[in-house]
């Protein structure tokens, strides 16, 4: 399966975004789906995942300020972020875990303005 993220961009502090991940195909919900991100000079970090039967899951960091969903219908991942920091400055990576297996978007940069 392909994913190919997009959404990125250049927003100021306080501001929002919302990023999408399509799939080439069909994505069962009981597939876990979920973001990461890679800030310059940093590793890349767990941002949320979500997976039909259980509660999605958030980074302490984006608690409460960053939404993930999903549209089976659409095979399409989403990432709605709110009240944006200038430390939320990233790439952001979609990926798809088929058990053993990790398919992972190209990634799409967020910039966050002071």
């Known amino acids: 399966v392909q994913l190919q993220a997009s959404g990125g961009g250049l927003v100021q502090a306080g501001g929002s975004l919302r990023l999408s991940c399509a799939g080439s195909?069909?994505?069962?919900?009981?597939?876990?789906m979920g973001w990461y991100r890679q800030a310059p000079g940093k590793q890349r970090e767990f941002v949320a995942s979500i997976r039909s039967g259980r509660d999605p899951n958030y980074a302490d960091s984006v608690q409460d300020r960053f939404t993930i969903s999903r549209d089976n219908a659409k095979n399409t991942l989403y990432l709605q972020m709110n009240s944006l920091k200038p430390e939320d400055t990233a790439v952001y990576y979609c990926?798809?875990?088929?058990?053993?297996?990790?398919?992972w978007g190209q990634g799409t940069l967020v910039t966050v303005s002071s």
């Open positions: 990926k798809a875990n088929f058990g053993s297996v990790d398919y």
């Open positions: 195909r069909t994505i069962h919900s009981s597939v876990a």
